[in-house]
Structures are given as C-alpha cells and as structure tokens.
C-alpha cells in the first residue's frame, strides 16, 4: 500500500512502514511541508496513497469532494509518541483490509477505531432537495 504521511504525523513512520514493504513519503520530504491540504489530498489522490495525518481538515475536505478516495488515517485523542503512532497504524493494517484503508477516513485513538466509508453521503440527499 501507499502512504503520504502528513506534516503532523512523524516522519518516523515513513521507515517504519517501508520495512513493512509500504511505500511511504512523508509530506516534508516532498515539498509539501506548507502546502494546503487541497493539495496534500490532491498529491495523494494522484498517486493512490492513503493520508496519515491528525489534520480534521481532509474529512471535511472529503465530504466536499464526494470522492471516494483518498483514504485518510486519522489520529484523534491527543498527542502520540512516534511509537504510539506506529502501533496504531499497525492496529490498522492489521485489522482491516486494503481496499477499506484505501475507501475510508479510519479515525484511530487510543481505544478505539471508526470507519467512514468513502465517498461521505450522509445529509447530501436533504441538502439537494431543498
């Protein structure tokens, strides 16, 4: 699978998913370090990799877009440590199949994860027929 691991989000992750046979960029490394997420997603979406970040800003960049990708890896609930980073991805791939990671915002704590399958549609159908 791909990655493109976001500015808040350890660059330490890149490595540790490249030994796991990932390949993975972190956004820094790429010249997106000031970038808007509009294009962080759009770089993303253009080489099929799934967004590890802790930024709200892609769900609702998703709910906008209608897409169905890409798919975004979310840290909520606080500060991690770069190894409570890793193991929380790791709790990712582990647990659910390639295809949802790559179709879903999977936001992940400490004691938890919730899948938002993609594209977002909740609300659309209200908001149309208004």
């Known amino acids: 699978m791909k990655f493109l691991v ?3 989000a350890s660059p330490d992750l ?16 790429i010249g997106l370090a000031t970038a808007p997420d509009t294009i962080i997603m759009a770089r993303a979406v253009a080489e099929k990799r799934v967004i590890i970040t802790a930024d709200l800003d892609f769900g609702y960049l998703l709910f906008r877009s209608e897409k169905d990708v890409p798919g ?14 890793r193991e929380l991805v790791e709790r990712v791939l582990e647990t659910l199949p ?18 938002t399958h993609l594209p977002i549609t ?9």
């Open 122 to 130: 909740v609300g659309r159908n209200e908001q149309s027929s208004k």
């Open 72 to 85: 975004v890896i979310l840290f909520r609930g606080g500060n991690y440590s770069e190894e409570e980073m």
């Open 6 to 8: 976001d500015m808040p």
């Open 98 to 115: 390639g295809e949802v990671i790559q179709h879903s915002i999977i936001v992940v704590d400490k004691r938890r994860i919730r899948i």
């Open 14 to 29: 890149v490595p540790w998913l490249e030994e796991r046979n990932h390949n993975a960029v972190h956004a820094q490394e």
